[in-house]
């Protein structure tokens, strides 16, 4: 099917590390990108190619994919990294689909 | 530097139309896909559409819920993307987004609303 399924939320403290998922057939066949959205905010490209760091982004963001899953780990959690975020699959040829948005809480 | 300016957003009736514009700087734009994402109130991220370059014949696409009621264009010459809404549903309210995919701009208001 063409929807990616992420979690609603995921909570850690400060310096632990949050792994996000995101599961869809379609991972199968392109890329994942990872998009991090604070509030009131454009939604800012973490990760893309499933692993790539985008320039500027801080080491301890990073990427992987395992069959139909994709993840984003952080490792080192930060208290500026509470935000939402979205994972992204489709191609210049495919619709995009964004997954649902996962919302981090840094307690 | 890299930067999308969307404007055009408002508050307009159901039924009625909009055209939202999104004016491109600091990149090659002719060579660039432009797609539109939505996103309303509290909710996700929705791809809307794009619009492919003039060496893929300008191709568009669109979202099952806006296709033959939205139609995305763009003029190179002015390194401008633009969204024509027309049609609008309420449930066509959200902030839209122009991106390129690796940069996003600020987004524009559209409310659907009598």
């Known amino acids: 099917s063409y929807e990616l399924t992420q979690l609603p939320s995921v909570s850690v403290s400060p310096g632990q590390t949050a792994r996000i998922t995101c599961s869809g057939d379609v991972l199968g066949e392109n890329y994942a990108d990872w998009y991090q959205q604070k509030p009131g905010q454009a939604p800012e490209l973490v990760i893309y190619e499933d692993s790539e760091r985008y320039p500027g982004i801080p080491e301890r963001f990073s990427g992987s994919t395992s069959g139909n899953t994709t993840t984003l780990t952080i490792s080192r959690v930060l208290t500026e990294d509470e935000a939402d975020y979205y994972c992204?699959?489709?191609?210049?040829?495919?619709?995009?689909?964004f997954g649902g948005g996962t919302k981090l809480t840094v307690l | 530097e890299v930067q999308l300016v969307e404007s055009g957003g408002g508050l307009v009736q159901p039924g009625g139309s909009l055209k939202l514009s999104c004016a491109a700087s600091g990149f090659t734009f002719s060579g660039s896909a432009m797609h539109w994402v939505r996103q309303a109130s509290g909710k996700g991220l929705e791809w809307v559409g794009r619009?492919?370059?003039?060496?893929?014949?300008?191709?568009?696409a669109y979202a099952a819920s806006v296709k033959g009621r939205f139609t995305i264009s763009r003029d190179d010459s002015k390194n401008t993307a633009y969204l024509q809404m027309n049609s609008l549903k309420t449930e066509d309210t959200a902030v839209y987004y122009c991106t390129r995919r690796d940069v996003w701009g600020q987004g524009t208001t559209v409310t659907v609303s009598s």
């Open positions: 992204l699959s489709g191609d210049e040829d495919n619709p995009w689909v």
């Open positions: 619009i492919r370059s003039k060496a893929n014949s300008y191709a568009t």
